[in-house]
């Protein structure tokens, strides 16, 4: 079964984008990277098999028989991945989870000596049994453009292909929300004409963040799979702190 489902809508999170951008500067020139888009765009790479770091892909091309092709992603060994997630929080855990690598899992990354995109030519190997010469060729990099799908879907995969074990992907495992659903009447959800001090209470003060956000779900913009939750929660715990100064600021002139 040939996939058809791949790259319609761009990545959809931040580590996406980032495998997209990897991808394109793979110095083997502009024609053969577009000649793989093309290959992903037309259905012909196969379902991928991934078995611990090694991923096997079939291309159709001009032949009758699709080409084989076989990805071997070098393992980060133990000791470093242990580091890593010993120097980051569960916040930043759960942000990967979601395909956000932020400054303090970079930063232990860095510490740890952990590349999660691996080496082009040194930490991942690429063979195909066409007879191009030159490697990547067109079909490993076509593969390679749907595995980065695959990995905007689950970022721990990503872990899963350079080392990490069983242990330190379920430490990754996002929290089941338990926000209160969405209303269908925005004074409900809201909770207009309710006194002062329920709404600082509810939305100020351990009510559930960005609950409108978390369930949008990913949007398009631009043709690109955007998560709002990810997007805008810089914003959403700015905006509640500014607030939480300015109504100390109005209780301190209250008191006067």
Not at 78 to 91: A, C, I, R, T, Y
Not at 147 to 155: A, C, I, N, S
């Amino acid at each position: 079964m040939r996939n058809r489902d791949h790259e319609e809508l761009g990545p959809a999170t931040a580590l996406g984008r980032e495998w997209v951008e990897w991808l394109s500067e793979y110095p083997v020139g502009a024609e053969r990277l577009a000649r793989s888009l093309t290959y992903v765009k037309d259905g012909a790479v196969d379902e991928l098999k991934i078995d611990g770091g090694t991923v096997e892909g079939k291309v159709w091309g001009s032949q009758p028989a699709p080409y084989q092709v076989v990805l071997q992603f070098s393992p980060v060994d133990k000791m470093q991945w242990d580091l890593v997630w010993s120097l980051v929080n569960k916040e930043a855990m759960r942000d990967f989870s979601k395909g956000l690598v932020g400054h303090g899992l970079r930063s232990a990354m860095a510490v740890a000596e952990v590349n999660l995109l691996p080496d082009r030519y040194k930490e991942i190997r690429l063979a195909c049994s066409c007879p191009d010469w030159m490697r990547p060729c067109k079909h490993a990099l076509a593969v390679l453009r749907v595995l980065g799908t695959e990995v905007d879907r689950e970022p721990m995969l990503l872990v899963r292909l350079r080392g990490g074990g069983p242990q330190e992907v379920s430490e990754l495992e996002p929290e089941v929300e338990t926000g209160e659903a969405l209303r269908a009447e925005a004074g409900s959800f809201w909770g207009l004409d309710k006194e002062w001090g329920s709404f600082e209470e509810k939305l100020l003060a351990g009510g559930p963040e960005a609950r409108l956000l978390k369930r949008l779900g990913p949007v398009a913009v631009y043709g690109v799979r955007m998560d709002p939750d990810a997007m805008f929660k810089p914003v959403y715990e700015g905006v509640a702190a500014e607030a939480k100064v300015m109504i100390e600021g109005i209780r301190k002139k209250i008191k006067k």
